[in-house]
């Protein structure tokens, strides 16, 4: 069959290339046979050649390649293939990079190939994973610098590609248009018109997946290169074959019935088609902009009105639905009409659209790119069905999965700005774009409720809608903005008036969008989230485009842009204003943040005064406008303060968040920045007491502000005066210093903005670049990380690198501001405007008390500085009109007042702010005032009003005399005597008490001192006069409040104060009051005239309010002489102080509130100090690198050695005493298995995690292998319970002993531990399994080791040298082993105690996995036990050997010692070993302490021999000999059994020699020894002994085969007496350290520090080896031997064992004889530097045991191992690969670094924890997920830390957040 193919194919091809016609329709025909769709009926009869797809795709195979094998064709194509792009397309969650040094679009990407082989180092990149998928773009000019293009794609090689021979691809151009028509119609066929709207999703899939091989046939085509991609193109874009092939003309019936199908389904893709119902009947939101433009068309405009979309209602709850009508303008006939396909492309495209982009086909769409000509007609055909895809995002159901395939698309064709442009004249791209936002957002606007809400027009986004909710919208805005940042497109769509009209149309349905009400009784019950949806539209729908709009605003030409947008602007606000039938006043209790049209409006002008030079009132509207304009902002701006002031508590969390985001970084510049600007504009060009009045009426503090006691305020409760009357004179504040908009140059916005953050706290590089707020459209220019940025950072900033505290927190690297900036730059109200939480304005001011503190410039309470401001811009310097209006003066004047008399509800804060005002006028005075003019002019004009002027200079001076109030009769006021009668200082002595009786009445209220004057608009105004009769006939008009609640005040009456101050004096007077003293104020230039000429005199800087009132002062007094004359005088009167109060007992109370409270917080404050002291006089805090777990102090009392017993203090009940028999105290223990000391290797080179192929770890030459392996040869040859006490286990799940120090009784604990299982709290850990926390430090624990009762006598005893000799000493101990069953008599019956002991050893052996304990052939044999139990001391001894390092050298009871629990651990370990007698004839105390009498013993027995003890591990032996005698074991013992073990161990190490000296060294030593045998000190030199040795091993086989391998080694190094000895000191001081700690464990007694050359010496004097006269000139190791019986005898009792074995196993002798134990401390691998190199290699690598490609990869850094993180493939039995790791290679801890987080993750047992990252970026910052892709590299601090950690068991206790796994890591 294939033949026959091949043969066809070969003919066909021959004779088309001579251009036969018959060929052609042969072929035809055949494709038409071959590629034919199935009719089901004539399947079964079909012919040979039957359609199966598999069939069709060989023959087209065979077909185009012309018969010829396809692999050579592909070649053969591929040769032609100018590849100057890499095009390469990725899906979802793929690795790629982005650099921003080469990018000039800001999506630019590149695969990792292209990005390594590229040069990008020092270039500003990171590693992204890939949202909606994307495509390289290595190559492609038009989107990144060409010296970003890697190696490949340099060469620009379309000169050097030889062009195409024609007969390559003759047979391609026939049968691929053929192929593609096959396609279509499967899809055609496919498709079913969805029934009512019911997703067919299955169908489609089950078409999809039978068209996978199809489309993959493609997708290979594509990749032969540009040769095979240009016929493709030819085919899909060629309109003639398109026409012959699919008009369904031809007699084919299939052919007919899919045409038919596809004319139904194009019906659909028209606007005017009628809407398709929902199956539910709830209509189809919107006639959804289904449109699309036909090439060519003219935008016909006189279209009428679109009258078959009826206006239905949809049957949604959400008020009634209008839907608004487009003008008919607007709407472009080509939009409106069906779609035509007239080529492949098309129809291939639409057919995407409607199986919703299935993965496959938009790769092959996207693949096609590389290819010029298929990109301009794929683009074109894209936007043609634009709408189209639109319409049907909107009804899909996976909405997000087509929306990142759409981006994936899109963004490859509309950042290229050539094919933008084009697209935007040919095709109407913008018309089209705006058309269907609005279309989109049309089917869900609803009516507004803001201001007028029964006649309101106007309609805004429900934001509730799922089309706003799930951000349906994003694909089309994210076109748009990136279609925006073409300045090419840009200026058509600001040219173009229409388009500009719709668009400000599409932004006024989003103004006045998710309205806030005020709920004022109860709390509303369901918190709707939808602000969310509402801030996301705002920002993606409105600002971004607006800020794509200004970036291409930035010159002087581009003045008619800005003009038109501010025109249309207006207009639409206007259109606005009369839609919600706006007046003059706001709506109460209502608040919308979203104002989009201010915000272009504001921008606009922004842009057009800071860039473009424009005049600014030319754009301006008239004064009736601006006032409408600054109602909503200001709104806004007052809700804040009541949201802050728990005003709005009723509408739940969500206004909170509402309040937050407004102000969060990514929002500020789009929301409050022009908010603030605009109002800015407002108040320069409005009457400046109109502002201000308008200003405390939105912030309802008006009534506050009277000069009267007490006062009523209708519209406040009076517990919210005080925050909203600090709010608005904070408002007041911002609105007049700040300077964003006003005359700043961004960088000194950019460096305010980063000062202001850094004050808040000390911030990471990252989080400062999302602080900072960005122009969020990405050409704008300030990119973060770009120049500027690092420059301004480093200006302002200094780094912190990284710290650690072992034991805290890992630290990041931080940024600190330098302490200039604190000193000059630190501006709190830029602080006060950015910070998200209130408390950010209070760290900030902590933070600079802090500093200025520390550099000593401060002392006391500093207030926030008042810092210099950048100029004013000329535009606004209306602006500062505000502050020289006598509204405002009015406010100050009253405002010092009422705090210098003390009313209520005044805070620091509101004087803070009033002085910050007043110095403001003082630095913006505009012209200083002749000081003539003041005389007598002024007399006139005062009798309306309460200051003479508008200047504050000169008001300040004015001196006050008598105010009329209004004040409720109650007030203390009205009870006053005509004011003739009492004199100013009078006033001050009997007004004070009075006022403080106010105080009681907290809710009083009052009318107005000015009442608002219905003179224009509402100014205010106060009638005051300095003679009483004036005042006395004064008429004030009254007005009524608009909302105040009728009845609700009582009866006013008006008294009238005199008050005789003027702001002046009121300010000297408040410096008295501050400093506490009378007088304190004296003007500093009478002493100095210099400080009235220096301008800034740095002493005033920083200070309290005492400097504040200094500052203000001298500069009044600066402005003029006059005023400086004024304060000369005042301070000349000698004020009389404000006398102090005599308090009666009911103001004593709310006075004392305060008071008390101060005191009780004393009191608490003292409390807690004693608190902490005494904790820490609990904890020993030295916290130190090395060890990470001194935490406390052994609280045993094991040192006092004259006390005759033991005292523990149980920590819960807090007695305590003796531990006894009947109720034991015991420790606070974790027990954990631990593998630590398995993976120490016997090579100092550490392990390198392997980062490619070749690299390769091999685990056998760990310890525990080895050790593991010695065993198992071990048991081959000898006895099982011989073998088991020749060694140690536990290198691999040991079990690890620590405690924190602290005792409690065992019947207390038990209850503690009810208590806790009965407490239903979530704990970190389970109960159940024993764990617990101490009750006293809190550590994690998880069981008690009794405390042995005995009294420390024996400590004391072994001081005194016994004089007993050896052989008695030996005798003792052989009967002290025999008497087992002498164990004290108490415990051998069931004692609470020996209880207790049983369990706890019951927890011991359950802690490791079983099978860790069993290594006996004969399961459950005793030995087993045996062998377990004295391996735990072992382990436990060993375990503290490395946590000193490796060696004994440093001495003391190191750290270690105070967590140590071995001597309890012993106690309880004795008690249970002498349960197992061993039998007296196995006792290898005997063999080591006695001669055999009978040789033949042994041999005799026919089953296995015991272990020679030459075998025989001494450190295991060692522990056997102790554990087994009877406790407490005396010291002489001790020492004797350590002097028996010695002389063994000696002969090992020469055995061991022995084996590694050459034959001829051999018989030298031999000889050499043999002569000095018959010297006195033959026993104590090691030559002798060595001769002996050799010549009794020589009798074996055992020095035989080894001649011939090991001599080429060894052959170098020679033996000389120097290196033998140090090679025996080497070989005995693991045993040496071993037994040191033992005897200090058992004994007490400091461990003595040393030189690490004299360890040796040092160690055995200590153990009693050396005796103490010895003298150290010449020493050798042999002197500490002590011989119990001759030593020839015994050595040559040991040997002939071996020699025995040696007969029957010659190979194996040397294998076991123990060979020098030097081993390294255990370390975790070595990591590269950087953290790309492990990325790489991992994160595609596939997992060894599923072979897939895991989704979590993470690594093992104990062995390397790769393992998949909660990967069910690799489950075996309900434990992830993660868990089970950790118990085969850690006995239960693991830590594994997670490759795609390149974080560190500890599992312990069942619980888990995040450890933190131990790489970190050029910053100091971890990378969790790796979400900014920024390069990483180690910290080997932090690697350290974790080692350290691991090492020393203490994971448990630093770190705090566990949680259980339940096995699925």
Request: aromatic content about 8%.
């Given at each position: 069959?294939?033949?026959?193919?091949?043969?066809?194919?070969?003919?066909?091809?021959?004779?088309?290339?001579?251009?036969?016609?018959?060929?052609?329709?042969?072929?035809?025909?055949?494709?038409?046979?071959?590629?034919?769709?199935?009719?089901?009926?004539?399947?079964?009869?079909?012919?040979?050649?039957?359609?199966?797809?598999?069939?069709?795709?060989?023959?087209?195979?065979?077909?185009?390649?012309?018969?010829?094998?396809?692999?050579?064709?592909?070649?053969?194509?591929?040769?032609?293939?100018?590849?100057?792009?890499?095009?390469?397309?990725?899906?979802?969650?793929?690795?790629?990079?982005?650099?921003?040094?080469?990018?000039?679009?800001?999506?630019?990407?590149?695969?990792?190939?292209?990005?390594?082989?590229?040069?990008?180092?020092?270039?500003?990149?990171?590693?992204?994973?890939?949202?909606?998928?994307?495509?390289?773009?290595?190559?492609?000019?038009?989107?990144?610098?060409?010296?970003?293009?890697?190696?490949?794609?340099?060469?620009?090689?379309?000169?050097?590609?030889?062009?195409?021979?024609?007969?390559?691809?003759?047979?391609?151009?026939?049968?691929?248009?053929?192929?593609?028509?096959?396609?279509?119609?499967?899809?055609?066929?496919?498709?079913?018109?969805?029934?009512?709207?019911?997703?067919?999703?299955?169908?489609?899939?089950?078409?999809?997946?039978?068209?996978?091989?199809?489309?993959?046939?493609?997708?290979?085509?594509?990749?032969?290169?540009?040769?095979?991609?240009?016929?493709?193109?030819?085919?899909?874009?060629?309109?003639?074959?398109?026409?012959?092939?699919?008009?369904?003309?031809?007699?084919?019936?299939?052919?007919?019935?899919?045409?038919?199908?596809?004319?139904?389904?194009?019906?659909?893709?028209?606007?005017?088609?009628?809407?398709?119902?929902?199956?539910?009947?709830?209509?189809?939101?919107?006639?959804?902009?289904?449109?699309?433009?036909?090439?060519?068309?003219?935008?016909?405009?006189?279209?009428?009105?679109?009258?078959?979309?009826?206006?239905?209602?949809?049957?949604?709850?959400?008020?009634?639905?209008?839907?608004?009508?487009?003008?008919?303008?607007?709407?472009?006939?080509?939009?409106?009409?069906?779609?035509?396909?007239?080529?492949?492309?098309?129809?291939?495209?639409?057919?995407?659209?409607?199986?919703?982009?299935?993965?496959?086909?938009?790769?092959?769409?996207?693949?096609?790119?590389?290819?010029?000509?298929?990109?301009?007609?794929?683009?074109?055909?894209?936007?043609?069905?634009?709408?189209?895809?639109?319409?049907?995002?909107?009804?899909?159901?996976?909405?997000?999965?087509?929306?990142?395939?759409?981006?994936?698309?899109?963004?490859?064709?509309?950042?290229?700005?050539?094919?933008?442009?084009?697209?935007?004249?040919?095709?109407?791209?913008?018309?089209?774009?705006?058309?269907?936002?609005?279309?989109?957002?049309?089917?869900?606007?609803?009516?507004?409720?803001?201001?007028d809400e029964e006649n309101s027009l106007h309609v805004v986004v429900n934001c509730g809608e799922s089309l706003l909710k799930?951000?349906?919208?994003?694909?089309?805005?994210?076109?748009?903005?990136?279609?925006?940042?073409?300045?090419?497109?840009?200026?058509?769509?600001?040219?173009?008036?229409?388009?500009?009209?719709?668009?400000?149309?599409?932004?006024?349905?989003?103004?006045?969008?998710?309205?806030?009400?005020?709920?004022?009784?109860?709390?509303?019950?369901?918190?709707?989230?939808?602000?969310?949806?509402?801030?996301?539209?705002?920002?993606?729908?409105?600002?971004?485009?607006?800020?794509?709009?200004?970036?291409?605003?930035?010159?002087?030409?581009?003045?008619?842009?800005?003009r038109n947008v501010v025109r249309y602007c207006l207009e639409a606000l206007q259109d606005w204003f009369d839609a919600i039938n706006f007046v003059d006043e706001p709506t109460p209790n209502q608040v919308t943040f979203h104002l989009p049209l201010h915000r272009y409006y504001a921008m606009f002008l922004s842009k057009a005064v800071k860039c473009q030079e424009l005049d600014l009132d030319s754009l301006l509207p008239d004064q009736e406008m601006l006032m409408k304009l600054m109602v909503h902002p200001l709104q806004i701006q007052a809700s804040l303060s009541e949201i802050h002031s728990n005003m709005w508590v009723r509408n739940g969390l969500q206004i909170k968040g509402q309040a937050m985001t407004y102000v969060q970084s990514h929002f500020c510049n789009s929301m409050i920045d022009p908010d603030i600007y605009l109002l800015q504009i407002c108040a320069s060009r409005l009457d400046p007491d109109y502002f201000i009045s308008s200003v405390f009426e939105r912030f309802k503090v008006v009534d506050l502000l009277t000069m009267a006691s007490q006062h009523q305020n209708t519209v406040l409760d009076s517990e919210h005066e005080r925050s909203m009357l600090e709010g608005a004179l904070t408002f007041l504040v911002i609105l007049l210093s700040l300077r964003l908009h006003l005359g700043m140059t961004d960088d000194e916005i950019l460096r305010a903005e980063m000062v202001a953050q850094l004050c808040m706290n000390d911030r990471t590089h990252s989080s400062l670049l999302d602080l900072i707020p960005e122009n969020p459209n990405p050409k704008s220019g300030i990119i973060p990380g770009s120049l500027s940025f690092e420059s301004m950072l480093s200006a302002v900033a200094d780094f912190k690198a990284p710290v650690f505290e072992p034991g805290g927190s890992m630290q990041q690297g931080m940024y600190t501001p330098k302490a200039e900036v604190w000193d000059q730059e630190f501006d709190p109200v830029m602080v006060i405007l950015r910070t998200v939480y209130r408390r950010d304005v209070q760290s900030a001011m902590d933070r600079y008390t802090a500093f200025l503190k520390q550099s000593g410039k401060v002392h006391g309470n500093p207030w926030p500085p008042y810092k210099k401001r950048t100029v004013l811009h000329p535009s606004y310097k209306g602006l500062m009109r505000l502050l020289h209006c006598k509204t405002l003066h009015i406010v100050l004047f009253t405002l010092l007042y009422k705090i210098l008399m003390d009313h209520q509800n005044l805070s620091e804060h509101v004087l803070c702010m009033v002085l910050y005002l007043i110095e403001l006028g003082l630095e913006n005075s505009s012209d200083l005032e002749s000081d003539e003019e003041d005389a007598g002019v002024g007399q006139e004009r005062c009798h309306d009003s309460w200051f003479p002027g508008n200047n504050l200079v000169s008001n300040m001076r004015h001196f006050i005399n008598y105010v009329r109030v209004r004040v409720p009769e109650t007030a203390p006021e009205v009870k006053r005597e005509p004011p003739a009668s009492t004199s100013s200082d009078g006033s001050g002595a009997s007004q004070s008490p009075r006022h403080s009786k106010g105080l009681q009445r907290e809710n009083s209220g009052t009318a107005q001192v000015f009442s608002l004057v219905a003179e224009r608009r509402k100014k205010f105004q106060e009638i005051i006069n300095r003679n009483t009769t004036e005042a006395n006939q004064a008429v004030r008009p009254k007005t009524s409040m608009k909302w105040s609640a009728p009845g609700a005040t009582p009866q006013l009456t008006t008294a009238i104060l005199e008050v005789k101050e003027s702001i002046l004096s009121l300010l000297i007077k408040l410096h008295h009051k501050l400093s506490g003293k009378q007088n304190s104020y004296f003007p500093p230039w009478l002493d100095d005239m210099e400080t009235l000429i220096q301008h800034e005199n740095p002493k005033y800087l920083h200070g309290d309010g005492m400097t504040a009132v200094e500052r203000i002062l001298l500069k009044a007094a600066l402005q003029s002489r006059l005023n400086k004359h004024i304060i000369e005088d005042i301070c000349r009167k000698v004020t009389p102080p404000v006398?102090?109060?005599?308090?009666?007992?009911?103001?004593?109370?709310?006075?004392?509130?305060?008071?008390?409270?101060?005191?009780?917080?004393?009191?608490?404050?003292?409390?807690?100090?004693?608190?902490?002291?005494?904790?820490?006089?609990?904890?020993?805090?030295?916290?130190?690198?090395?060890?990470?777990?001194?935490?406390?102090?052994?609280?045993?009392?094991?040192?006092?050695?004259?006390?005759?017993?033991?005292?523990?203090?149980?920590?819960?009940?807090?007695?305590?005493?003796?531990?006894?028999?009947?109720?034991?105290?015991?420790?606070?223990?974790?027990?954990?298995?631990?593998?630590?000391?398995?993976?120490?290797?016997?090579?100092?080179?550490?392990?390198?995690?392997?980062?490619?192929?070749?690299?390769?770890?091999?685990?056998?030459?760990?310890?525990?292998?080895?050790?593991?392996?010695?065993?198992?040869?071990?048991?081959?040859?000898?006895?099982?319970?011989?073998?088991?006490?020749?060694?140690?286990?536990?290198?691999?799940?040991?079990?690890?002993?620590?405690?924190?120090?602290?005792?409690?009784?065992?019947?207390?604990?038990?209850?503690?531990?009810?208590?806790?299982?009965?407490?239903?709290?979530?704990?970190?850990?389970?109960?159940?399994?024993?764990?617990?926390?101490?009750?006293?430090?809190?550590?994690?624990?998880?069981?008690?080791?009794?405390?042995?009762?005995?009294?420390?006598?024996?400590?004391?005893?072994?001081?005194?040298?016994?004089?007993?000799?050896?052989?008695?000493?030996?005798?003792?101990?052989?009967?002290?082993?025999?008497?087992?069953?002498?164990?004290?008599?108490?415990?051998?019956?069931?004692?609470?105690?020996?209880?207790?002991?049983?369990?706890?050893?019951?927890?011991?052996?359950?802690?490791?996995?079983?099978?860790?304990?069993?290594?006996?052939?004969?399961?459950?044999?005793?030995?087993?036990?045996?062998?377990?139990?004295?391996?735990?001391?072992?382990?436990?001894?060993?375990?503290?050997?490395?946590?000193?390092?490796?060696?004994?050298?440093?001495?003391?009871?190191?750290?270690?010692?105070?967590?140590?629990?071995?001597?309890?651990?012993?106690?309880?370990?004795?008690?249970?070993?002498?349960?197992?007698?061993?039998?007296?004839?196995?006792?290898?105390?005997?063999?080591?302490?006695?001669?055999?009498?009978?040789?033949?013993?042994?041999?005799?027995?026919?089953?296995?021999?015991?272990?020679?003890?030459?075998?025989?591990?001494?450190?295991?032996?060692?522990?056997?000999?102790?554990?087994?005698?009877?406790?407490?074991?005396?010291?002489?013992?001790?020492?004797?059994?350590?002097?028996?073990?010695?002389?063994?161990?000696?002969?090992?190490?020469?055995?061991?020699?022995?084996?590694?000296?050459?034959?001829?060294?051999?018989?030298?030593?031999?000889?050499?020894?043999?002569?000095?045998?018959?010297?006195?000190?033959?026993?104590?030199?090691?030559?002798?002994?060595?001769?002996?040795?050799?010549?009794?091993?020589?009798?074996?086989?055992?020095?035989?085969?080894?001649?011939?391998?090991?001599?080429?080694?060894?052959?170098?190094?020679?033996?000389?007496?120097?290196?033998?000895?140090?090679?025996?000191?080497?070989?005995?001081?693991?045993?040496?350290?071993?037994?040191?700690?033992?005897?200090?464990?058992?004994?007490?007694?400091?461990?003595?520090?040393?030189?690490?050359?004299?360890?040796?010496?040092?160690?055995?004097?200590?153990?009693?080896?050396?005796?103490?006269?010895?003298?150290?000139?010449?020493?050798?190791?042999?002197?500490?031997?002590?011989?119990?019986?001759?030593?020839?005898?015994?050595?040559?009792?040991?040997?002939?064992?071996?020699?025995?074995?040696?007969?029957?196993?010659?190979?194996q002798v040397k294998v076991l004889l123990i060979q020098e134990p030097k081993w390294d401390l255990p370390r975790l691998l070595q990591l590269p530097e950087n953290y790309n190199t492990i990325f790489q290699y991992y994160h595609r690598k596939s997992c060894s045991v599923c072979s897939k490609v895991p989704k979590d990869p993470a690594i093992c850094l104990v062995c390397g191992t790769f393992v998949c993180l909660k990967g069910l493939c690799c489950k075996q039995q309900s434990y992830c690969e993660c868990v089970l790791h950790s118990q085969n290679c850690g006995a239960g801890t693991g830590i594994f670094l997670l490759i795609n987080a390149s974080v560190i993750i500890i599992i312990r047992g069942h619980r888990f924890c995040l450890w933190g990252s131990v790489y970190l970026d050029a910053h100091g910052e971890e990378d969790r997920d790796l979400r900014r892709g920024k390069p990483l590299y180690i910290c080997k601090e932090r690697y350290n830390v974790l080692e350290q950690q691991w090492v020393s068991h203490t994971f448990d206790h630093i770190n705090k957040r566990w949680g259980p796994h339940y096995n699925g890591l």
């Amino acid at each position: 069959m294939a033949q026959e193919k091949r043969a066809t194919a070969a003919r066909l091809k021959a004779a088309l290339s001579l251009e036969q016609e018959s060929a052609a329709a042969e072929l035809r025909a055949l494709l038409e046979r071959v590629l034919s769709l199935r009719d089901e009926a004539s399947s079964s009869s079909s012919s040979s050649s039957s359609s199966s797809p598999e069939a069709a795709l060989s023959w087209c195979r065979c077909l185009l390649a012309g018969g010829e094998p396809w692999e050579g064709f592909v070649a053969a194509v591929r040769a032609y293939d100018p590849a100057t792009l890499c095009g390469l397309v990725w899906t979802a969650n793929f690795v790629a990079y982005r650099c921003r040094t080469c990018g000039i679009s800001p999506c630019m990407s590149l695969c990792a190939e292209c990005f390594h082989q590229g040069e990008h180092a020092g270039h500003d990149y990171n590693m992204f994973r890939s949202q909606a998928g994307g495509a390289c773009d290595c190559g492609d000019g038009n989107v990144m610098r060409e010296a970003g293009f890697c190696k490949r794609h340099r060469i620009k090689s379309s000169s050097e590609v030889p062009s195409v021979p024609k007969d390559l691809l003759i047979m391609s151009e026939l049968v691929l248009p053929q192929f593609i028509f096959y396609l279509i119609q499967y899809l055609r066929d496919g498709y079913n018109e969805p029934v009512l709207d019911l997703p067919s999703e299955k169908d489609l899939l089950k078409v999809l997946q039978m068209l996978e091989p199809h489309i993959s046939f493609l997708e290979d085509l594509t990749k032969m290169g540009g040769a095979m991609r240009s016929v493709l193109t030819q085919v899909l874009t060629n309109q003639q074959f398109y026409k012959d092939l699919s008009s369904g003309s031809g007699e084919n019936a299939c052919a007919k019935k899919s045409h038919e199908k596809y004319l139904v389904a194009l019906k659909g893709s028209g606007l005017t088609f009628p809407e398709d119902k929902l199956g539910s009947g709830v209509q189809e939101p919107g006639a959804a902009a289904s449109s699309s433009v036909v090439q060519g068309a003219t935008p016909s405009s006189g279209q009428g009105d679109s009258s078959d979309e009826e206006d239905q209602d949809g049957s949604q709850g959400v008020g009634k639905r209008k839907r608004v009508k487009l003008s008919s303008s607007t709407k472009d006939q080509s939009i409106m009409d069906v779609l035509k396909h007239k080529c492949f492309l098309e129809e291939l495209l639409f057919w995407t659209i409607k199986y919703e982009f299935p993965q496959k086909m938009v790769t092959f769409l996207l693949n096609m790119l590389p290819d010029q000509d298929y990109k301009i007609a794929f683009t074109k055909t894209f936007v043609q069905h634009y709408a189209f895809i639109m319409k049907t995002l909107k009804k899909s159901h996976e909405s997000d999965t087509m929306s990142n395939r759409i981006v994936h698309i899109s963004v490859q064709l509309f950042s290229n700005e050539e094919l933008a442009r084009q697209v935007t004249e040919e095709c109407q791209l913008l018309d089209i774009m705006v058309t269907v936002l609005l279309y989109m957002m049309e089917s869900c606007l609803i009516k507004s409720e803001l201001q007028d809400e029964e006649n309101s027009l106007h309609v805004v986004v429900n934001c509730g809608e799922s089309l706003l909710k799930n951000n349906t919208y994003w694909p089309l805005v994210s076109d748009f903005i990136n279609i925006l940042s073409h300045q090419s497109v840009a200026k058509k769509f600001l040219e173009d008036h229409r388009l500009l009209v719709t668009w400000m149309n599409f932004v006024s349905f989003f103004q006045g969008m998710n309205l806030n009400k005020r709920e004022l009784n109860e709390h509303v019950e369901f918190e709707s989230q939808t602000y969310y949806a509402a801030f996301a539209a705002e920002l993606e729908a409105c600002a971004q485009p607006m800020w794509g709009l200004l970036s291409h605003c930035k010159i002087r030409e581009t003045q008619e842009y800005t003009r038109n947008v501010v025109r249309y602007c207006l207009e639409a606000l206007q259109d606005w204003f009369d839609a919600i039938n706006f007046v003059d006043e706001p709506t109460p209790n209502q608040v919308t943040f979203h104002l989009p049209l201010h915000r272009y409006y504001a921008m606009f002008l922004s842009k057009a005064v800071k860039c473009q030079e424009l005049d600014l009132d030319s754009l301006l509207p008239d004064q009736e406008m601006l006032m409408k304009l600054m109602v909503h902002p200001l709104q806004i701006q007052a809700s804040l303060s009541e949201i802050h002031s728990n005003m709005w508590v009723r509408n739940g969390l969500q206004i909170k968040g509402q309040a937050m985001t407004y102000v969060q970084s990514h929002f500020c510049n789009s929301m409050i920045d022009p908010d603030i600007y605009l109002l800015q504009i407002c108040a320069s060009r409005l009457d400046p007491d109109y502002f201000i009045s308008s200003v405390f009426e939105r912030f309802k503090v008006v009534d506050l502000l009277t000069m009267a006691s007490q006062h009523q305020n209708t519209v406040l409760d009076s517990e919210h005066e005080r925050s909203m009357l600090e709010g608005a004179l904070t408002f007041l504040v911002i609105l007049l210093s700040l300077r964003l908009h006003l005359g700043m140059t961004d960088d000194e916005i950019l460096r305010a903005e980063m000062v202001a953050q850094l004050c808040m706290n000390d911030r990471t590089h990252s989080s400062l670049l999302d602080l900072i707020p960005e122009n969020p459209n990405p050409k704008s220019g300030i990119i973060p990380g770009s120049l500027s940025f690092e420059s301004m950072l480093s200006a302002v900033a200094d780094f912190k690198a990284p710290v650690f505290e072992p034991g805290g927190s890992m630290q990041q690297g931080m940024y600190t501001p330098k302490a200039e900036v604190w000193d000059q730059e630190f501006d709190p109200v830029m602080v006060i405007l950015r910070t998200v939480y209130r408390r950010d304005v209070q760290s900030a001011m902590d933070r600079y008390t802090a500093f200025l503190k520390q550099s000593g410039k401060v002392h006391g309470n500093p207030w926030p500085p008042y810092k210099k401001r950048t100029v004013l811009h000329p535009s606004y310097k209306g602006l500062m009109r505000l502050l020289h209006c006598k509204t405002l003066h009015i406010v100050l004047f009253t405002l010092l007042y009422k705090i210098l008399m003390d009313h209520q509800n005044l805070s620091e804060h509101v004087l803070c702010m009033v002085l910050y005002l007043i110095e403001l006028g003082l630095e913006n005075s505009s012209d200083l005032e002749s000081d003539e003019e003041d005389a007598g002019v002024g007399q006139e004009r005062c009798h309306d009003s309460w200051f003479p002027g508008n200047n504050l200079v000169s008001n300040m001076r004015h001196f006050i005399n008598y105010v009329r109030v209004r004040v409720p009769e109650t007030a203390p006021e009205v009870k006053r005597e005509p004011p003739a009668s009492t004199s100013s200082d009078g006033s001050g002595a009997s007004q004070s008490p009075r006022h403080s009786k106010g105080l009681q009445r907290e809710n009083s209220g009052t009318a107005q001192v000015f009442s608002l004057v219905a003179e224009r608009r509402k100014k205010f105004q106060e009638i005051i006069n300095r003679n009483t009769t004036e005042a006395n006939q004064a008429v004030r008009p009254k007005t009524s409040m608009k909302w105040s609640a009728p009845g609700a005040t009582p009866q006013l009456t008006t008294a009238i104060l005199e008050v005789k101050e003027s702001i002046l004096s009121l300010l000297i007077k408040l410096h008295h009051k501050l400093s506490g003293k009378q007088n304190s104020y004296f003007p500093p230039w009478l002493d100095d005239m210099e400080t009235l000429i220096q301008h800034e005199n740095p002493k005033y800087l920083h200070g309290d309010g005492m400097t504040a009132v200094e500052r203000i002062l001298l500069k009044a007094a600066l402005q003029s002489r006059l005023n400086k004359h004024i304060i000369e005088d005042i301070c000349r009167k000698v004020t009389p102080p404000v006398p102090p109060k005599k308090i009666s007992p009911a103001e004593k109370k709310t006075l004392d509130k305060e008071e008390r409270r101060q005191k009780a917080r004393e009191r608490q404050q003292k409390l807690l100090a004693e608190f902490a002291s005494r904790q820490k006089s609990f904890m020993e805090t030295a916290m130190d690198v090395e060890s990470p777990d001194v935490d406390i102090a052994m609280e045993i009392a094991t040192a006092e050695q004259h006390v005759s017993e033991a005292v523990y203090d149980c920590v819960i009940c807090g007695q305590s005493g003796p531990s006894t028999e009947e109720r034991p105290a015991g420790l606070v223990v974790l027990l954990q298995p631990s593998s630590v000391l398995g993976q120490c290797r016997n090579s100092t080179e550490s392990k390198k995690l392997p980062t490619s192929e070749k690299e390769q770890i091999y685990p056998g030459d760990t310890c525990a292998a080895i050790y593991e392996a010695r065993l198992a040869t071990l048991q081959q040859y000898f006895k099982d319970s011989s073998c088991l006490q020749s060694v140690s286990i536990g290198w691999e799940g040991g079990v690890y002993v620590q405690t924190c120090g602290h005792t409690l009784h065992i019947d207390c604990h038990k209850s503690y531990m009810e208590s806790l299982r009965n407490d239903q709290v979530l704990q970190g850990f389970s109960v159940d399994k024993g764990e617990f926390t101490c009750p006293l430090c809190r550590q994690f624990a998880n069981s008690v080791l009794p405390c042995y009762p005995g009294n420390n006598v024996e400590r004391t005893l072994w001081q005194c040298h016994s004089n007993k000799s050896m052989q008695d000493l030996i005798k003792e101990v052989e009967e002290l082993q025999e008497q087992l069953g002498t164990f004290p008599v108490s415990i051998s019956s069931e004692t609470n105690l020996s209880k207790e002991m049983e369990s706890v050893m019951k927890d011991i052996k359950s802690t490791t996995q079983k099978k860790y304990t069993d290594y006996s052939k004969f399961p459950g044999s005793p030995d087993n036990d045996f062998l377990f139990m004295y391996s735990v001391a072992r382990t436990n001894l060993e375990l503290e050997l490395v946590h000193r390092g490796g060696n004994l050298c440093l001495g003391g009871a190191s750290t270690a010692g105070k967590r140590s629990c071995l001597n309890q651990l012993f106690h309880v370990l004795a008690m249970h070993m002498r349960l197992y007698s061993i039998d007296s004839a196995f006792n290898p105390w005997k063999k080591l302490t006695q001669l055999a009498i009978d040789e033949n013993l042994q041999m005799s027995n026919e089953e296995q021999p015991e272990v020679p003890v030459l075998y025989r591990d001494v450190s295991s032996l060692l522990l056997i000999q102790i554990l087994t005698m009877p406790q407490p074991l005396r010291k002489e013992h001790f020492i004797c059994i350590t002097k028996v073990l010695f002389t063994l161990l000696y002969i090992q190490a020469l055995v061991a020699l022995s084996v590694k000296c050459s034959s001829e060294e051999r018989i030298t030593w031999m000889n050499s020894g043999a002569l000095k045998k018959s010297l006195s000190n033959a026993k104590k030199t090691w030559e002798v002994l060595f001769s002996h040795v050799i010549s009794e091993l020589s009798k074996g086989k055992i020095y035989e085969q080894e001649e011939t391998e090991e001599l080429a080694m060894d052959s170098t190094s020679s033996w000389c007496p120097h290196s033998i000895e140090i090679y025996l000191q080497q070989f005995c001081l693991p045993f040496l350290r071993i037994t040191s700690l033992l005897q200090h464990h058992l004994f007490g007694g400091e461990l003595p520090s040393c030189q690490e050359g004299e360890e040796f010496t040092v160690l055995a004097s200590c153990l009693g080896l050396l005796s103490p006269s010895f003298q150290s000139s010449q020493f050798s190791s042999a002197s500490c031997l002590d011989w119990p019986v001759p030593a020839f005898d015994i050595i040559s009792q040991w040997c002939s064992e071996l020699v025995s074995f040696s007969n029957t196993h010659p190979t194996q002798v040397k294998v076991l004889l123990i060979q020098e134990p030097k081993w390294d401390l255990p370390r975790l691998l070595q990591l590269p530097e950087n953290y790309n190199t492990i990325f790489q290699y991992y994160h595609r690598k596939s997992c060894s045991v599923c072979s897939k490609v895991p989704k979590d990869p993470a690594i093992c850094l104990v062995c390397g191992t790769f393992v998949c993180l909660k990967g069910l493939c690799c489950k075996q039995q309900s434990y992830c690969e993660c868990v089970l790791h950790s118990q085969n290679c850690g006995a239960g801890t693991g830590i594994f670094l997670l490759i795609n987080a390149s974080v560190i993750i500890i599992i312990r047992g069942h619980r888990f924890c995040l450890w933190g990252s131990v790489y970190l970026d050029a910053h100091g910052e971890e990378d969790r997920d790796l979400r900014r892709g920024k390069p990483l590299y180690i910290c080997k601090e932090r690697y350290n830390v974790l080692e350290q950690q691991w090492v020393s068991h203490t994971f448990d206790h630093i770190n705090k957040r566990w949680g259980p796994h339940y096995n699925g890591l």
